[in-house]
């Protein structure tokens, strides 16, 4: 179990535990009126957009069965669920449909935390297999979908590690998608950064480049609304 300020994780059922680059994704994606988590494994992210973003409806998917069962728990049990809905749905395959509505219809803000093992052995483990390793979710089947999904003004945010930082902007360049933001964290200030929050959107637009060092005053703002 995870405690944050507004809400509880339950994480037995997932293979992918609540971790700093979920919460930092969480902390720093811009959201708006129809947030898409996609690949939400505990509905970490999900709910921190709910508590960042008032007004806005989340969807949050995953195909992993045992991820949903907990996601919707989760939800369930705080004090968001009439703004958050969880289906057992590929990214590849979401029409965008949600039951808010109940019509087609693009996102403000898609946010991932998506597999990120290219060339690694896989783990013998199917569920934290399928959570890690992009056979599920090639980086190129991400971008497609979030171009598809996206509304016109909208904005994705991923985070990857950092060597995987140029595959996911090749990917995202390839569909159309221009970066407009780029943090890179670091875990001590003398180090190279361990991962990348990147974000995209449809149109040209300036690149706002800033670094963040794990445990610094601005990583605690950042995270402040959510750490206990």
Not at 20 to 46: E, F, N, P
Not at 92 to 115: K, L
Not at 133 to 144: D, G, R
Not at 152 to 162: A, T
Request: glycine share 8%; hydrophobic share 40%; aromatic share 10%.
């Amino acid at each position: 179990m995870f405690q944050f300020k507004q809400f509880t994780i339950q994480q037995e059922l997932c293979a992918m535990k609540v971790g700093t680059d979920g919460v930092l994704l969480g902390s720093w994606a811009k959201g708006g009126q129809r947030i898409l988590d996609a690949g939400t494994g505990t509905g970490v992210i999900a709910l921190m957009m709910a508590q960042r973003y008032p007004e806005a409806q989340v969807m949050a998917i995953d195909i992993d069965e045992g991820a949903v069962r907990q996601a919707q728990q989760n939800v369930a049990q705080s004090p968001f669920s009439g703004r958050v809905e969880v289906l057992r749905k590929s990214v590849q395959e979401f029409d965008g449909v949600n039951g808010f509505n109940g019509r087609d219809g693009s996102y403000d803000a898609i946010i991932s935390n998506p597999p990120f093992f290219i060339d690694s052995l896989a783990a013998p483990d199917e569920q934290r297999n399928m959570a890690r390793h992009t056979q599920t979710l090639t980086y190129a089947e991400l971008m497609q979908a979030a171009y598809r999904l996206l509304s016109d003004d909208g904005e994705l945010s991923v985070v990857v590690p950092f060597d995987y930082r140029q595959r996911m902007e090749d990917e995202a360049i390839f569909v159309g998608f221009f970066p407009s933001r780029v943090c890179a964290v670091k875990t001590t200030e003398k180090k190279p950064a361990k991962r990348y929050l990147l974000a995209f959107r449809k149109h040209p637009c300036p690149c706002q480049k800033e670094q963040l060092t794990i445990g610094s005053e601005d990583y605690q703002a950042l995270t402040s609304a959510f750490y206990l």
